[in-house]
């Protein structure tokens, strides 16, 4: 059940970003030839008064396909993506990824709409062990606004960045009525070993409909935050490309995830929370400026305005062509390999996510 539930909600994610592309471009008067959901042969289509809207066999994927979107013919069509102003082009190719973040705040939103609180970083009680308890350092009231430089908002951003900073010296920022202090934070001593415990208790902000809309927006962030901390350890050398996953691993992710879950009900909605995390990530790649994603479009665009305002002379957008479809064979070539290695981790029996281990 909950692999078909996972299926379901990546595919979902993918038309999300397409559907993003395509309500842009009807918006500002781009012909769409086709909008598909799914990849592959066509299992159900439907032909509009100029888009044909088919669902395919595969779902891992989907498009929208503009008029004259990667080149123009000898007569370009006026409504053609190619002839547009530049600003649009932008707005159409940036939609995709808008339309990720949109969709990850209202499952959020939706999600912890009628909570009864949310736990911030405010600090309700520190155990008298605690080794900076005391006057002149962690006092009930004062909240913890960063660790080692990175924001905190909430509770979870506390155990994420104690987590990821386990080993390492940690220097917290405290607003204390008003006045920011800075202190590193000191082991405690057990059997003359150095340890270090957060016997800290957090207070937990009330419920409402304004607390929960800036709990959704700030967990939006906070999806954002973890794909920029992910790809600077993969630079770092803390992670590698083996710990990328694909559709393969993602689906499998969520299967796993649907399977822990206590209840049904609790299944889905961690299901469906993983989603937005997923739909996040697919919208931020998606604006990285690398070739064939659509940031690195977006950045053709305005590298071409630049040379073209130097030079005076109009770029041919056969060149935009030729280095996009070198890069999207490149990327295809990544994706076979994410692919084997998700197969590899599933038939090894290795777990695709660790931090549900």
Same mark, same amino acid.
């Given at each position: ?87 649009? /082009?932008?707005? =159409?190719?940036? +939609?995709?990824?808008?339309? !990720? %973040? ?9 999600? &912890? ?83 270090? /415990?957060?016997? =800290?208790?957090? +207070?937990?902000?009330?419920? !409402? %409909? ?9 967990? &939006? ?137």
């Amino acid at each position: 059940m909950y692999i078909i539930l996972a299926i379901l909600a990546f595919g979902i994610i993918i038309a999300i970003h397409e559907l993003g592309h395509y309500i842009s471009a009807k918006a500002l008067g781009v012909k769409v030839n086709e909008f598909a959901i799914g990849m592959g042969p066509k299992l159900l289509k439907k032909q509009g008064k100029e888009t044909l809207y088919s669902l395919r066999a595969l779902p891992f994927g989907g498009f929208c396909a503009m008029e004259g979107e990667h080149e123009e013919g000898d007569e370009p069509d006026p409504r053609s993506f190619l002839s547009q102003k530049r600003w649009k /082009r932008i707005v =159409i190719l940036a +939609a995709g990824s808008a339309a !990720n %973040l949109i969709s990850a705040f209202i499952i959020v939103f939706f999600l &912890t709409l009628g909570a009864e609180g949310f736990m911030s970083t405010t600090i309700a009680e520190v155990t008298d062990r605690f080794p900076e308890a005391g006057e002149s350092e962690l006092r009930p009231g004062d909240r913890i606004v960063a660790l080692n430089g990175e924001r905190l908002f909430y509770y979870d951003d506390f155990v994420l960045f104690s987590h990821l900073n386990a080993d390492k010296q940690i220097t917290f920022t405290i607003d204390r009525n008003g006045q920011m202090v800075e202190y590193q934070h000191r082991p405690y001593i057990v059997d003359g070993e150095e340890q270090y /415990r957060y016997s =800290i208790y957090f +207070a937990t902000t009330k419920g !409402n %409909l304004w607390e929960t809309l800036k709990y959704s927006g700030y967990q &939006t962030y906070s999806f954002v935050r973890m794909i920029r901390v992910s790809i600077a350890m993969m630079i770092s050398g803390a992670a590698s490309i083996q710990d990328v996953s694909g559709p393969v691993g993602i689906v499998s992710a969520m299967n796993t995830i649907g399977q822990q879950a206590p209840t049904t009900t609790a299944a889905i909605g961690s299901i469906v929370f993983f989603m937005a995390f997923i739909g996040v990530n697919v919208a931020v790649i998606n604006l990285l400026p690398i070739p064939a994603m659509d940031g690195g479009r977006i950045l053709f665009v305005i590298l071409t305005w630049i040379i073209e305002k130097i030079t005076r002379k109009q770029l041919d957008p056969k060149y935009e062509g030729y280095i996009n479809t070198g890069a999207f064979i490149l990327l295809i070539c990544l994706m076979v390999f994410i692919v084997y290695n998700d197969v590899v981790k599933l038939i090894g029996g290795e777990s695709i996510i660790g931090m549900y281990d």
